[in-house]
């Protein structure tokens, strides 16, 4: 990836408690992802893939256009932000993946997203 090419990824988790339901193993998790543009050209984002762990090792592809419905074009120095969710069947789990993203010169590049937790409070120490 080049200084043109140079995407900030930070995410922010909640569970929901209220939409979870342990006993039908059922955890409702929401995040928020803000996308950065730190290089020097312009960026916009195509398609995102997900892989979603769950604490029994389950994994769930997820793979598609956008994100929430849209394919943000980003300047230099601007952000995107989001919020979507998830439904684990266990108290804790990962996701993890990259968005596909495109340069104002039409050349595709990938944004990594790094692996974040998502876990009910009071689980992880």
């Not at 998790?29 to 195509?46: D, E, H, K, M, P």
């Amino acid at each position: 990836m080049s200084e043109k090419q140079k995407i900030a990824i930070s995410v922010r988790t909640q569970h929901l408690a209220e939409q979870s339901d342990a006993s039908q193993k059922r955890y409702v998790f929401t995040y928020t992802i803000t996308i950065t543009n730190q290089g020097t050209g312009v960026a916009q984002l195509i398609s995102r893939h997900w892989l979603i762990t769950d604490a029994d090792n389950q994994v769930q592809e997820v793979k598609g256009l956008g994100v929430v419905g849209k394919q943000p074009l980003l300047k230099p120095g601007e952000s995107f932000e989001y919020t979507s969710g998830c439904v684990l069947e266990t108290p804790v789990g990962t996701m993890r993946g990259s968005y596909q993203m495109v340069s104002d010169d039409g050349s595709p590049f990938e944004a990594e997203i790094p692996e974040f937790v998502l876990a009910i409070p009071r689980t992880l120490h």
